[in-house]
């Protein structure tokens, strides 16, 4: 009986598991990603600028920023992974910082209505560069004791915090005005403190999510049904990913420009 409980164990494991690969988590927040990049421009070339008397467009283009966050616990995560999992943390920290150098001068263009030098906010790239260096940190921490770890560790999220905060990661909208960078150090915070505890981590993330007008819970509950696969069959389509956002920005700025 003993085997027999065994064998039916050993062939479950051998049945791939359903759910979304890391790949198929990658073309979904990209999706997301180019839905806000679309707020910004395609959607005010189709429905005009919006305005107090343009609501169309103003609630067309509020409601595909706000479900684009659908993205951002996604990336949060696929980040932490990927940090994980990295064999050079330096090589994939300076992968990310030159990501972030890049899609600035077009996300200034589109955020600013057509100024690329506006630095009034700046690309979520930058954080996920920033939740990367509070990694790296923490990490470094550990070769201390607990009682230097704790005081410490504060310290340097609150510096990132405050980082993500003056340099207001992410903002492309007064009126909704939400930090993309701040939610994104906090998911990686919990994935980074709560990975190993699946039903903890995700409701924790799933209720800071909720009161980000809900659409971030949604990423969430995405990941809960990863397959923990890679699910990519050539090593060059994670350079497709990487030149995704700049891509969707170059985009956006020509759409930009033909309304202009």
Known sequence: MANQFEYSRQ????????????????VIAGIFMALNVCSLTVFQVIFGAPSAENVVSLNVCAISNIVSWIAVPIYAWLLYTGYQHTRNAWLYGLRIFLLAVICE?????????GNPFWFASQNPVWGLLIALIVMSMLDWLRLFSRSIQIPISILIVMFGGLWEFFLRVGVMSEELNLNLGILTLIFVLIFYYLDGRENTMMLSAGLIGATFFVTPAIGVALLHYRNGKEGMKHKWTKWVFYLLYPALLGIGCLASGTSM
Not at 105 to 113: F, G, Q
């Open 11 to 26: 062939e479950r494991k051998k049945r791939p598991r359903r759910g979304f690969s890391r790949f198929t988590l990658k």
């Open 105 to 113: 001068i077009p996300y200034n263009y589109i955020a600013s209505d």
